[in-house]
């Protein structure tokens, strides 16, 4: 593989002709910070100065390994199959309604003046992690729950 045989003392990783990211190492690999700053310096050559931009080699390269990070993730899902990233979404939607949960009751810790400190101090000690999942996901009814009335035949 060509990262592998690469060496990140002796040359950049490639030029802007040539230009490849890592997709399968780690985001700030060094094969990616090197990719970064190949971006940054030609980013910097042609945006300079246009609309009052003022950016540094630095600002640049981070911003560009912060994309690299979304662009991985991306592609890690898209070779996800159907069931797994249907997995992934469910997982993301409690963990954001945990996060909802938990930001809306540490709203409300704080707006009671006589029990604030100990009710701050207890959401925060659960963490988003400590908040209840109740919610679930519902098939078919989007994301609404749905309850059924059932007859017994012992009712009248």
């Given at each position: ?45 042609r ?60 709203q409300?810790?704080?707006e ?45």
């Amino acid at each position: 593989r060509e990262i592998s045989g690469w060496d990140p003392k002796r040359r950049p990783c490639c030029t802007i002709k040539d230009f490849r990211i890592d997709l399968e190492g780690l985001p700030r690999s060094e094969w990616n910070k090197s990719a970064a700053l190949v971006f940054a310096a030609e980013y910097l050559k042609r945006h300079q100065g246009h609309q009052g931009e003022n950016l540094t080699l630095e600002y640049v390269s981070e911003a560009w390994l912060t994309h690299v990070l979304a662009l991985k993730t991306r592609y890690k899902v898209k070779q996800l199959d159907e069931l797994d990233r249907k997995e992934r979404k469910a997982r993301n939607r409690r963990r954001q309604r945990k996060h909802e949960l938990y930001s809306r009751r540490l709203q409300t810790a704080h707006e009671y003046k006589d029990i604030k400190d100990r009710a701050v101090f207890i959401v925060e000690s659960l963490g988003q992690d400590g908040m209840s999942s109740d919610e679930s996901d519902h098939k078919g009814h989007r994301g609404e729950a749905t309850y059924y009335i059932l007859d017994k035949d012992w009712q009248f």
